[in-house]
Structure formats: structure tokens, C-alpha cells
């Protein structure tokens, strides 16, 4: 039997993921270790260790090294060639030559879909979307069961849709976007300063913290709008939240499906369902070994 396993590679804005799976997309060892973004460029070092110490893990057996990354990957995945404002170093940086082993690249976003719909949310579906809510709000689709990148990898920015053309622009210039209305990167100005996390903010309105609860209902009710919007467009049969902020459960999730219900359009009653991914934060790690794997036997 092959037994070949692959690396995979989540770089988050505060921790690296790491993963090493099997043929079948089994996770047989992870780690975390911290990015330490805003420090320079010291996050390579850190991908090159933890890189280093699942290849020990995975022994002989070891193929290939699978990159999950924010931002838009060059044409051949060897790079990402396009992220703003974060991550220093990170654009046009060939891994497989750092790394000396081959080395595939692919958005965030996109590498969590890959996982969802290999053994995740979306094993059995044929169209669907992924938000992911973390620092920022990222987002893939699924369409006949293969993901779609679209013209210039660019597909499944979600987070990156207006919900408010008044408001400020995010980091691509969109005004009032998703992102801007419910990611962690926006919640000091939300809250006026009161909040620093979405974990913070949470915690107030389960204390019974009156304007906690109005900052946190109205981004999910955005929220809500913004997954509408998506699916009177795609018509997914499933949609899946993940990112830390869907950690939220119940707090998230039941005023979501309301609102959800209240927007969308839904002819005959039909409506997709809203699921929690269930790789949680190894999703991107998972997605991008799957992805590495099926390149490299190609």
C-alpha cells in the first residue's frame, strides 16, 4: 500500500499550522508555533522549523509541502504574488526554493475549502460557499464539486463585498465591506475603542452588556445580508462558516440563520444550509496538503 503523506502549511496572521496527512487526507501529526507577524520577516524561520520537524515526523514517506497563505498565488502556485498590507516578504517568495522540496502555494480561504470538501462540510456537496471570520473575512467556492479560483485567482473574496457603500474602505479599497463589518481587524473601531477582540466583545454581551450586543448583532446581521447576496448568486446547496469567530456557536449562528432567512430569496422555500466547518483552525493546514499531494502525483 502507498503510504506516501504530505506537509501542510497554514500561515496565520498569529500562529502557524502545521499538519502531516496521509494518502486518504488523515491527519497524523500537527503543530502550532507563533507568527510573530510585525516583526519582520522572522515568520519564514519559524515555517522553515516547523517544516523541518513534521518532516521528522513523516520520515522517508514525505513528498511534498503544501503552503496555505492570505493573498492571490501566481499561476503556477509556487508563489503568492499578490497580499497587501501584511506579512512582510510574503509576495513573490518561491517556497520550493526556500524550503528545498517541492512546494505548492494557494489562498487561505481556498486551501480550507480543498479540506471541507475532501473529509470536511462539504464531503457531499456540489456547490457551496466557505466564509472564513478571523482577522479578516476570507472566502471560496465550491462549483461542481471542483473549487473555483476564476480568472486571476481572485475567486471567493467574499470578505471583500460591500454591505455599507458608505463606509470606510478595507485594505482593497472596498468600501463598507464584509470585512470591514465583521472581522477582528475592525473591532476597536466598531466598538469605539471599548473592544479589542471579537472574544472580548463576546464575552460582554454574554454578561448582558447592552452595547456589546448591539456592535456584535449588527455585524452578524451584515453578515447575514452579505451570505444572502452570495447565494442568490451561486445558489450553493451548503454554506460554511469557520475562522475563529465561528467558535461563537449558538451566539453566531441562530441570529445568523434568522436574518439569513429574512434576506435571501427563497423560491419554494428552499434554502441551503448554514454549517460550522469542521476542521476548525487545521483547515487551511489540511486543504493545502491536499492540494500539494494532488499536484505532485499528477
Known amino acids: 500500500m502507498n503510504t506516501n503523506q504530505t506537509i ?5 496572521g498569529t500562529r502557524i499550522k502545521g499538519v502531516v496527512i ?17 516583526e519582520g520577516e522572522v515568520w519564514k524561520a519559524a515555517i522553515e522549523n516547523t517544516v523541518n520537524e513534521l518532516k521528522q515526523l513523516a520520515g522517508q514517506q514525505m513528498i511534498a509541502v503544501g503552503i496555505s497563505a492570505p493573498g492571490l498565488p501566481d499561476k503556477e502556485n509556487k508563489a503568492i504574488a499578490f497580499m497587501p498590507g501584511r506579512l512582510e516578504g510574503l509576495e513573490n517568495f518561491i ?17 480550507a475549502m480543498v479540506a471541507e470538501a475532501r ?36 475567486a471567493g473574496h467574499i470578505g471583500h ?6 463606509g470606510d474602505a478595507d485594505v482593497t479599497g ?18 469605539n475603542g471599548k473592544f ?16 456589546a450586543k448591539t456592535i456584535w448583532l449588527t455585524s452578524v446581521k451584515k453578515l447575514a445580508i452579505g451570505l444572502a447576496s452570495v447565494s442568490n448568486i451561486i445558489s450553493p446547496d451548503t454554506i460554511i462558516i469557520g475562522g475563529g469567530i465561528a467558535e461563537a456557536n449558538g451566539d453566531l449562528f441562530e441570529p445568523l440563520n434568522r436574518w439569513f432567512d429574512e434576506f435571501e430569496w427563497q423560491p419554494g422555500g428552499i434554502r441551503p444550509r448554514i454549517v460550522k466547518a469542521i476542521h476548525g483552525d487545521l483547515a487551511g493546514a489540511i486543504g493545502a496538503a491536499c492540494f500539494a499531494m494532488n499536484r505532485n502525483t499528477k
Open 196 to 211: 479589542t477582540s471579537t472574544h472580548d466583545l463576546l464575552e460582554a454581551c454574554r454578561s448582558g452588556d447592552e452595547f
Open 8 to 12: 501542510g502549511i497554514d500561515l496565520g
Open 95 to 111: 517556497w520550493q526554493d526556500f524550503l528545498h522540496t517541492p512546494a505548492y502555494v494557494l489562498n487561505d480561504a481556498i486551501a
Open 174 to 191: 472596498m468600501p463598507g465591506s464584509l470585512e470591514e463589518s465583521i472581522g477582528n481587524c475592525s473591532i476597536e473601531k466598531r466598538s
Open 161 to 166: 463585498m460591500v454591505i455599507d457603500s458608505t
Open 22 to 38: 496521509d494518502n486518504e487526507g488523515k491527519v497524523l501529526h500537527h503543530i502550532y508555533t507563533p507568527t510573530n507577524d510585525g
Open 119 to 154: 473529509t470536511g462540510a462539504a464531503a457531499n456537496s456540489i456547490n457551496a460557499v466557505l466564509v472564513t471570520l478571523g482577522t479578516g473575512v476570507g472566502g471560496a467556492l465550491l462549483i461542481n464539486k471542483t473549487p473555483y479560483q476564476g480568472s486571476f485567482s481572485k
